[in-house]
């Protein structure tokens, strides 16, 4: 089918022009929020993952990560996420968004309990406003995760991640405030704190709570110094060694309690310090944490020509659903490429498999009832064609969706001379990509094409909006400034999208 002679030339872009803002790449924004516990106004720096062009697909929503020492890892946290989360290559975790806090007073809000001084870690300055953890865990349970889930698309999964101070409140978090949390990140974390008091207590309460549906990773910094070694580290008692002899401490009784259902898993990281140890941990635990998230797929998959595929997705999605606690789809852009894939091949049964699931995940989209239109159109199927077009266009108004509409249903193409089609005639860049396409007249019909694509040839049944011959899902507007065109509006299956007039 012509339908997918501009597909590739799209979908190479398509998740990268909505991630420039004014020529600017964005991954968050700073927020804030007047806290009453901490008697404080604190900033947060919030990461939303980019869902793709505003409108064209249905709203989603995403986990939470909790960042502490936010400002020290936030840009890391969301580009590994946004790595891992790609349905460009294997999924290895859920979109999701990064709330990072910033400190204001670290010793105070990270530290478990009041300490006069703990040698040789803490002296009297540093220890003099320790113990606000508590008070610091209930401004995030009763003031910012409210203020999150009010103002942005949260789902109920949570994760808490903090390194060094910051581990150790994940320890007192999980221990203290079990279910605040489905899942905990402790890198490197101070388990020396307090001559190893607090150590004894979290011990207690991994023996004593149950932890089920729980997940805790652990990640272990190599601090001793040269000379020291892991068997050596058995035996020694030194105060130099009392930071990760008390982690290990902790490994080890958290390994012996499986009783408690807690889902762990530890590593130690020998080529990493205190420093450096963050990354590696991060990667490593949400690998863990998700590791039912990502679905593997063969060459056989995507060439076998039943429904099977699209049985896998569904199975495995109602997997990820029950592990998460919430109803997880698969992308709706991605489904629809399947479904269009299919399409193209005129594998009719496999195409509609794809395009039924995604109407029953997202009833409330537009453009899975326009997709699924495209379907029966291929088909020749005008009555379910139109039925759905209708669908669509009464959850969104889509000029594209209304051209199709309007020649089912009796519009014809309209008759224009080469001298009227000469008018939309342009060179056309897209905004962000530097890619260019050009409009031209040629044998009296008005052409597209872009470098190294075939031509289509464009015909319009309402001016100044345009269609390819023989395609669905491709459309573009023109705006004119008197007879010649400045701006080109795209859409395509991936999305849509603006290109400027060249001058």
Same mark, same amino acid.
């Given at each position: 089918?012509?339908?997918?002679?501009?597909?590739?030339?799209?979908?190479?872009?398509?998740?990268?022009?909505?991630?420039?803002?004014?020529?600017?790449?964005?991954?968050?924004?700073?927020?804030?929020?007047?806290?009453?516990?901490?008697?404080?106004?604190?900033?947060?720096?919030?990461?939303?993952?980019?869902?793709?062009p505003?409108?064209?697909?249905a709203?989603?929503?995403?986990?939470?990560?909790?960042?502490?020492?936010?400002?020290?890892?936030?840009s890391?946290?969301?580009?590994?996420?946004?790595q891992?989360?790609?349905?460009?290559?294997?999924?290895?975790?859920?979109?999701?968004?990064?709330?990072?806090i910033?400190?204001?007073?670290? !010793?105070?809000?990270?530290?478990?309990?009041?300490?006069?001084?703990d040698?040789?870690?803490?002296d009297?300055?540093?220890?003099?406003?320790?113990?606000? #953890?508590?008070?610091?865990?209930?401004?995030?349970?009763?003031?910012?995760?409210?203020?999150?889930?009010?103002?942005?698309?949260?789902?109920?999964?949570?994760?808490?991640?903090?390194?060094?101070?910051? #581990?150790?409140?994940?320890?007192?978090?999980?221990?203290r405030?079990?279910?605040?949390?489905?899942?905990?990140?402790?890198?490197?974390?101070?388990?020396?704190?307090?001559?190893?008091?607090?150590?004894a207590?979290?011990?207690?309460?991994?023996?004593?709570?149950?932890?089920?549906?729980?997940?805790?990773?652990?990640?272990i910094?190599?601090?001793?110094n040269?000379?020291?070694?892991?068997?050596?580290?058995?035996?020694?008692?030194?105060?130099?060694?009392?930071?990760?002899?008390?982690i290990?401490?902790?490994?080890?009784?958290?390994?012996?309690?499986?009783?408690?259902?807690?889902?762990?898993?530890?590593?130690?990281?020998?080529?990493d310090?205190?420093?450096?140890?963050?990354?590696?941990?991060?990667?490593?635990?949400l690998?863990?944490?998700f590791?039912?998230?990502?679905?593997?797929? !063969?060459?056989?998959?995507?060439?076998?020509?039943?429904?099977?595929?699209?049985?896998?997705?569904?199975?495995?999605?109602?997997?990820?659903?029950?592990?998460?606690?919430?109803?997880?789809?698969?992308?709706?852009?991605?489904?629809?490429?399947?479904?269009?894939?299919?399409?193209?091949?005129k594998?009719?049964?496999?195409?509609?498999?794809?395009?039924?699931?995604?109407?029953?995940?997202?009833?409330?989209?537009?453009?899975?009832?326009?997709?699924?239109?495209?379907?029966?159109?291929?088909?020749?199927?005008?009555?379910?064609?139109?039925?759905?077009?209708?669908?669509?266009?009464?959850?969104?108004?889509?000029?594209?969706?209304?051209?199709?509409?309007?020649?089912?249903?009796?519009?014809?193409?309209?008759?224009?001379?080469?001298?009227?089609?000469?008018?939309?005639?342009?060179?056309?860049?897209i905004?962000?990509?530097?890619?260019?396409l050009?409009?031209?007249?040629?044998? #009296?019909?008005?052409?597209?094409?872009?470098?190294?694509?075939?031509?289509?040839?464009?015909?319009?049944?309402?001016?100044?909006?345009?269609?390819?011959?023989?395609?669905?899902?491709?459309?573009?507007?023109?705006?004119?400034?008197?007879?010649?065109?400045?701006?080109?509006?795209?859409?395509?299956?991936?999305?849509?999208?603006?290109?400027?007039?060249?001058?």
């Amino acid at each position: 089918m012509k339908k997918f002679l501009l597909l590739t030339l799209f979908s190479a872009f398509a998740f990268v022009a909505p991630a420039q803002i004014n020529n600017k790449i964005v991954i968050g924004e700073i927020d804030s929020i007047q806290s009453k516990l901490l008697n404080e106004k604190r900033k947060i720096w919030v990461h939303v993952p980019d869902s793709g062009p505003a409108g064209f697909y249905a709203k989603q929503r995403y986990p939470v990560v909790y960042l502490l020492d936010g400002d020290a890892h936030f840009s890391s946290v969301v580009g590994m996420i946004e790595q891992l989360s790609s349905v460009n290559g294997n999924v290895i975790c859920p979109e999701m968004i990064v709330v990072a806090i910033p400190n204001t007073d670290r !010793t105070r809000d990270l530290t478990p309990t009041h300490v006069e001084s703990d040698p040789p870690f803490m002296d009297r300055d540093f220890s003099k406003n320790s113990g606000g #953890g508590e008070k610091f865990l209930s401004f995030i349970e009763k003031e910012l995760m409210p203020h999150i889930d009010s103002l942005y698309p949260t789902q109920p999964y949570k994760m808490l991640i903090g390194h060094s101070f910051g #581990g150790l409140l994940v320890m007192q978090a999980l221990t203290r405030h079990t279910g605040l949390f489905n899942a905990y990140v402790a890198i490197d974390p101070s388990m020396w704190y307090d001559k190893q008091r607090f150590l004894a207590d979290t011990k207690k309460a991994l023996t004593t709570k149950k932890y089920e549906g729980v997940s805790l990773f652990l990640g272990i910094a190599n601090t001793m110094n040269e000379g020291m070694t892991l068997l050596k580290l058995q035996k020694d008692t030194t105060a130099a060694t009392r930071h990760i002899r008390s982690i290990f401490d902790l490994d080890k009784h958290v390994k012996a309690s499986k009783q408690n259902g807690l889902r762990y898993q530890s590593n130690y990281y020998g080529d990493d310090s205190h420093g450096s140890v963050p990354l590696i941990t991060e990667y490593d635990a949400l690998h863990f944490i998700f590791n039912y998230y990502n679905l593997k797929l !063969t060459q056989k998959d995507y060439t076998d020509t039943t429904t099977a595929l699209a049985d896998k997705y569904e199975r495995h999605f109602a997997n990820v659903s029950k592990q998460l606690g919430y109803k997880v789809s698969p992308v709706e852009s991605l489904i629809n490429g399947h479904g269009y894939g299919a399409l193209a091949n005129k594998n009719f049964k496999k195409a509609e498999r794809f395009f039924k699931l995604n109407v029953a995940n997202y009833p409330g989209s537009y453009n899975v009832y326009d997709s699924y239109g495209d379907f029966f159109l291929a088909k020749k199927d005008t009555a379910n064609a139109i039925a759905n077009f209708t669908k669509a266009l009464s959850l969104k108004e889509n000029p594209e969706t209304r051209g199709k509409l309007d020649e089912l249903q009796g519009q014809k193409a309209l008759k224009l001379t080469a001298d009227e089609l000469q008018k939309y005639a342009g060179e056309f860049e897209i905004a962000g990509v530097g890619m260019t396409l050009k409009t031209f007249v040629s044998n #009296g019909v008005l052409k597209i094409s872009a470098p190294g694509r075939p031509e289509g040839e464009l015909y319009s049944t309402k001016l100044p909006e345009f269609r390819i011959k023989n395609a669905t899902g491709y459309s573009f507007r023109f705006e004119m400034d008197s007879d010649k065109p400045t701006v080109l509006h795209i859409v395509v299956p991936e999305g849509t999208f603006k290109a400027m007039a060249k001058k």
